[in-house]
């Protein structure tokens, strides 16, 4: 009876080991609890940082009269003589932000369009275009270096380009392939840079559905992720070449008793 009593009590903690591990996996748990407060979010959209490439172009029923606002890059047809170029095959030029949120623009000099969005950009290049312009030109403003980075326990780490200039955190970790059985769903780090340079690490918790309405489940351009690894991980790095000895010991273990149940009951 002692020996039935041992069996039960050791397959009940084993039980409820896997119950307790189980509750950390899935990612929102709790999504019904947030699903009214969801559906009154605003749409996100992207600003403008410093060292953003913005490709920028200008369009009007004449193409001969936008020309002069869209600066074609440069390419060389002959390497013997360098001063030979064409542009029958032209390239936008891009436009780089300063560290104060400025671009240099043709004809229409500096402009201010760090911290605006996409469209506040376009609006404020049309507005600076009426004066030269007299129809209204179609600007059309986009972000050509979105790049998110992911690490840490996922199945392809890397750095990622966003071309919609639009990524959620899981959006983030699917391109990565997702995490691993080791990353720890309540402690991903998202370490951000504002637009002054100051740099700030947050914990994620993807377990909580009230992630959605936080600040930091739309990422930023230049944001990195990093999904902790779990203590079983870092004990398997310590371990090394005899992690395959105890995973054998512990399946042996778990045969024996399993063994002892069916022939003691």
């Known amino acids: 009876m002692k020996i039935k009593r041992f069996l039960y009590a050791l397959l009940g903690i084993l039980m409820f ?3 307790t591990s189980y509750k950390q996996v899935p990612y929102f748990q709790n999504a019904e609890q947030i699903s009214n407060a969801a559906q009154h979010l605003p ?18 029923t004449d193409p001969q009269v936008s ?3 869209n600066l ?7 390497v013997a003589n360098k001063n030979t170029y064409t542009t029958t095959q032209p390239t936008i030029q ?20 760090g911290g605006l969005t996409k469209g506040e950009a376009e609006d404020l290049i049309r507005e600076k275009l009426s004066t030269y312009l007299k129809e209204t030109p179609i600007v059309n403003v986009r972000m050509s270096n979105y790049k998110i980075s992911v690490l ?22 699917a391109m990565a392939g997702d995490m691993t059985v080791y990353g720890i769903r309540n402690n991903v780090k998202l370490i951000r840079e504002d637009s002054i340079g100051r740099k700030e690490i947050v914990e994620l918790n993807l377990n909580d559905a009230n992630l959605i309405l936080s600040p930091y489940y739309y990422l930023r351009q230049n944001d990195i992720l990093y999904v902790t690894p779990n203590s079983t991980k870092a ?4 371990i090394g070449s005899s992690t395959s000895l105890w995973i054998s010991v512990t399946s042996t273990m778990v045969s024996v008793v399993s063994l002892l149940f069916n022939i003691l009951k």
């Open 17 to 19: 080991a896997s119950c």
């Open 235 to 238: 004990k398997n790095s310590e």
């Open 94 to 113: 891009q436009y780089l932000v300063s560290n104060t949120g400025e671009i240099d623009f043709p004809i229409l000099g500096r402009l201010k369009v």
């Open 152 to 173: 840490g326990e996922v199945a392809r780490p890397g750095t990622f380009t966003v071309s919609n200039e639009k990524v959620n955190v899981l959006e983030a970790l």
């Open 72 to 78: 074609a890059m440069q390419t060389p047809i002959n």
């Open 67 to 69: 020309a002069p606002f």
């Open 43 to 60: 749409l996100y959209d992207a600003k403008i940082m410093p060292k953003d490439l913005l490709a920028i172009t200008v369009n009007t």
